[in-house]
C-alpha cells in the first residue's frame, strides 16, 4: 500500500488549499481514508475522516466547517480542501487508510489506521 500525499504549501490567513492523496497497491474502494496533522512539538492530530462509500464524514471540532473531504474511488484518491485557513492550521498534513467493512467507519485514532502517506506541509501565515 502506497499513499502519496500532495498539495500542501504557504498561504496567507483566510486563504485556501485541496490537499490530495493518491493510493496505490490497495482496493481503495474498501478502505476508509482519513487526515491528520501534526504541527512543531506536538502530536498528530485526527482532522477528518471519510467512509469507504464516500457518503459519511466526519470532522475534528477544529476544522469543521472549514475542511471538507471528499473522496473519487475511481481516482483512488482522497481530497482535503481547507476554506477559511487559520496560522493555527500550520502543520504536516497526513493521509491515512483502514481497512473498513462496509458500514464500518468514523475512526478518529492514529493507532486505527495502518497504512501512512509521507505528509505534505501547510504553512499559514498570519
Known amino acids: 500500500v502506497q499513499l502519496q500525499a500532495s498539495g500542501g504549501g504557504l498561504v496567507q490567513a483566510g486563504g485556501l488549499l485541496r490537499l490530495s492523496c493518491a493510493a496505490s497497491g490497495l482496493t481503495f474502494s474498501m478502505y476508509s481514508m482519513a487526515w491528520f496533522r501534526q504541527a512543531p512539538g506536538k502530536d498528530r492530530e485526527f482532522v477528518s475522516t471519510?467512509?469507504?462509500?464516500?457518503?459519511?464524514?466526519l470532522y475534528s471540532d477544529a476544522v469543521k466547517g472549514r475542511f471538507t473531504i471528499s473522496r473519487d474511488n475511481d481516482r483512488k484518491t482522497v481530497y482535503l480542501q481547507m476554506t477559511n485557513l487559520k496560522p493555527e492550521d500550520t502543520a504536516v498534513y497526513y493521509c491515512?487508510?483502514?481497512?473498513?467493512?462496509?458500514?464500518?467507519?468514523?475512526?478518529?485514532?492514529?493507532?486505527?489506521?495502518?497504512?501512512w502517506g509521507q505528509g505534505t506541509q501547510v504553512t499559514v501565515s498570519s
Open positions: 491515512a487508510a483502514k481497512r473498513t467493512i462496509s458500514s464500518d467507519g468514523g475512526y478518529t485514532g492514529r493507532e486505527d489506521y495502518p497504512y
Open positions: 471519510i467512509w469507504r462509500s464516500g457518503g459519511r464524514t
